[in-house]
């Protein structure tokens, strides 16, 4: 009876790999998830010095929101970067501030994924001191998550009176009541004579803790 040698599944692998994908492959680095916060005075170039600070440490751009609010240039931005590089990274991004630009960087866990009850919240009325406040409150008492806010003074078309407006993304916990969150918006928004629209949009995955 011939003698059959145990198969050697490493480097059965390491020759798949080499010759489907042309290399070996290996272990791909541990990557640490970051989120920064960043402002200053707006001017040309801002974004490129970050970006290329992120580059040059190997790290990953996901996703950012920035804009320019009253003369300064402000933003978030969410990073993957090897895990052994994080601290230089954070270094380095700090570093720009000695240009007029102030980084402050988070390290964040990663979150498990579940399902969400996603609502998209708009506002539009005369502006007016406190209108924020009251609809924060109240979302604040039902439970919701305020995931996005955007808001805008705007001139109306017509009578060239200061608009307010106002879209925000929330998470809705299970435990709400959808119609009696609602039924209180409205009556807020006849107070503050301002309208407002609630609508559901499909449930879709989520990591918790984001805001």
Not at 150 to 173: I, Q
Request: aromatic share 6%.
């Amino acid at each position: 009876m011939p003698c059959v040698a145990p198969l050697n599944t490493a480097r059965i692998g390491q020759y798949f790999a080499f010759h489907v994908f042309g290399c070996f492959c290996y272990n791909f680095p541990m990557h640490h998830s970051l989120v920064m916060t960043l402002i200053g005075s707006d001017r040309p170039g801002l974004v490129d010095s970050v970006a290329s600070i992120v580059a040059e440490h190997g790290g990953n751009w996901l996703e950012s929101r920035m804009s320019r609010l009253g003369g300064q240039f402000a933003g978030i931005v969410h990073v993957a970067v090897p895990a052994d590089k994080e601290r230089a990274l954070a270094r380095a991004l700090q570093g720009l501030d000695a240009r007029g630009l102030t980084v402050v960087v988070h390290s964040t866990p990663q979150l498990a994924v579940v399902p969400r009850q996603t609502s998209i919240l708009e506002i539009v009325g005369q502006d007016r001191p406190g209108i924020i406040r009251q609809i924060s409150h109240t979302l604040a008492g039902f439970g919701v998550n305020v995931e996005e806010l955007d808001t805008e003074c705007a001139s109306a078309a017509m009578s060239g009176e200061t608009l307010f407006k106002a879209r925000a993304v929330l998470t809705l916990p299970d435990s709400c009541n959808a119609a009696e969150l609602r039924r209180t918006l409205e009556k807020i928004a006849a107070d503050l004579i301002v309208e407002i629209s609630l609508e559901n949009i499909p449930r879709e995955h989520h990591h918790p803790g984001r805001d």
